[in-house]
């Protein structure tokens, strides 16, 4: 067993597919969204409150402007599967290109870097989830199914004289912050 995807507990018995690769040649295994997720879109309260305004021919004030901006932060899609691989490999998650293209969906943190260690975590048991955020005008919904990043799986390299690590991955997203 060198490297490979599995269903996580809380997806068991749902019919969800691990990633997989579409082509022959594909590098990257596509993941798909495990259940049906609504992506609301970033701009619809500012429009809203700048429609209102421009039909006044007012200026929109600080509190319209940042209204809706909650909507900005990123959401993470989940995808039900962890990925085990060997300890000098590294798992990198991009986007598709149809995402932005088709459905307005990009990938704010610009590739999503799994660790070995992230599998099988304490809090989550190494579920990866995809970031995404909606910068089209509409919300959008992905179904369940729906292919919604890639998988490439990675040797990596170490730099001379490194000081050891010390901390022992627990989750993720930020879960090394305060430990
Ligand atoms: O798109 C992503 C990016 C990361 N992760 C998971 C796997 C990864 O091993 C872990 C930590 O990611 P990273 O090191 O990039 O984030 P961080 O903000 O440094 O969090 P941490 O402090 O937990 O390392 O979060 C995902 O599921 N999807
Ligand atoms: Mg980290």
């Known amino acids: 067993?060198?490297?490979?995807?599995?269903?996580?507990?809380?997806?068991?018995?749902?019919?969800?597919q691990v990633p997989y690769r579409t082509t022959q040649q594909s590098a990257g295994y596509d993941f798909e969204c495990a259940e049906d997720f609504v992506?609301?879109?970033?701009?619809?309260?500012?429009?809203?409150?700048?429609?209102?305004?421009?039909r006044h021919r007012e200026p929109l004030t600080t509190e319209e402007l940042t209204a809706g901006n909650h909507d900005m932060r990123p959401f993470l899609v989940p995808t039900g599967v962890k990925a085990y691989m060997q300890p000098d490999e590294v798992l990198l998650l991009a986007n598709r290109s149809s995402n932005p293209?088709?459905?307005?969906l990009i990938l704010p943190n610009g590739v999503g870097v799994i660790d070995a260690d992230y599998y099988n975590n304490e809090k989550n048991?190494?579920?990866?989830?995809?970031?995404?955020?909606?910068v089209s005008l509409h919300d959008v919904t992905i179904p369940k199914g729906q292919r919604i990043a890639q998988g490439i799986?990675?040797?990596?390299?170490?730099?001379d004289d490194e000081q050891a690590p010390r901390q022992q991955r627990t989750g993720?997203?930020?879960?090394s912050d305060n430990a």
């Open 1 to 16: 067993m060198q490297r490979g995807f599995e269903i996580v507990s809380r997806y068991a018995n749902q019919g969800l």
């Open 39 to 54: 992506l609301p879109s970033i701009w619809r309260h500012d429009l809203l409150h700048a429609f209102k305004r421009l």
């Open 101 to 104: 293209l088709k459905h307005g």
């Open 125 to 134: 048991e190494g579920e990866i989830f995809v970031q995404l955020v909606n």
């Open 153 to 159: 799986f990675m040797p990596f390299r170490l730099a």
């Open 172 to 175: 993720g997203f930020g879960s």
